[in-house]
């Protein structure tokens, strides 16, 4: 027989990697849907006008009780209206059981919703290219900064909240850059620094590999320019 804690360990193994699988399918698409929804606040959304709002902005999306379905790269996911919490909803991988007391989808119910943009997500950039400096001297000071690699490969995200401590704690402005899906299914974060010297101009550095000076690494889906801006990006799946 098989013991208890064997078979959990077991169970949540297999969770993981149903949610990774859902993930990686289709990571900019997800990930665009979770930055659309953790846009904006309501209070008041029920499930009939979280899926107007999806179906507005390009997704197919049909209210079910207290939550919507939607399928993205052939995956069904779920999402529930999280009336005071950051967001407009909760992205889940099974239906929600919860009563359907402030949810109703009935379209002879008036809405109530009241959709605001947050704040907070309008420093977040999107599809944006940023021009490289040519300068040698703040190029060799960006280098010589930080010892490469400054975390083993495959951790980009802690390397760039490290990097990120490291040149504005020496005075430089900092950008955040996440693309999604390069490499497929994974996603990869860096920085950006902005030369002091010339205003808008910037030196990309990896965590791993150092300064760098291709073109892809001056243009992301996403930029920002707080560390933690990546929570509004990065899908927070519930089970």
Known sequence: MIPRYTLIWIVGVLIFLGILLTFSCNAEETTDLWFLVSSYEDTQMSSYDLAMFLTAHGYRATPREAYVTMTISGKEIYLAPNEASPGLADILMAPPKRSEEFHSND???????????????????????????????????????????????????????????????????????????????????????????????????????????????????YSFPKYDDIKLILPQWQV
Request: net charge positive; aromatic share 14%.
């Open 107 to 221: 379209k002879s119910i008036k809405s109530k919703s009241e959709l605001v943009r947050a704040s907070y997500s309008l420093e977040i950039k999107k599809d944006t290219t940023y021009a490289k400096t040519n300068n040698r001297d703040f190029k060799e000071t960006i280098r010589n900064a930080a010892l490469f690699p400054l975390t083993p490969y495959g951790m980009c995200f802690e390397g760039s909240s490290r990097m990120g401590k490291i040149y504005t704690s020496l005075g430089y402005n900092v950008i955040y850059m996440y693309n999604p899906d390069n490499p497929k299914g994974r996603g990869h974060e860096w920085v950006l620094v902005e030369n002091d010297k010339t205003t808008n101009t910037w030196q990309a550095v990896d965590s791993y590999y150092g300064i760098m000076d291709g073109n892809d690494y001056y243009w992301a889906p």
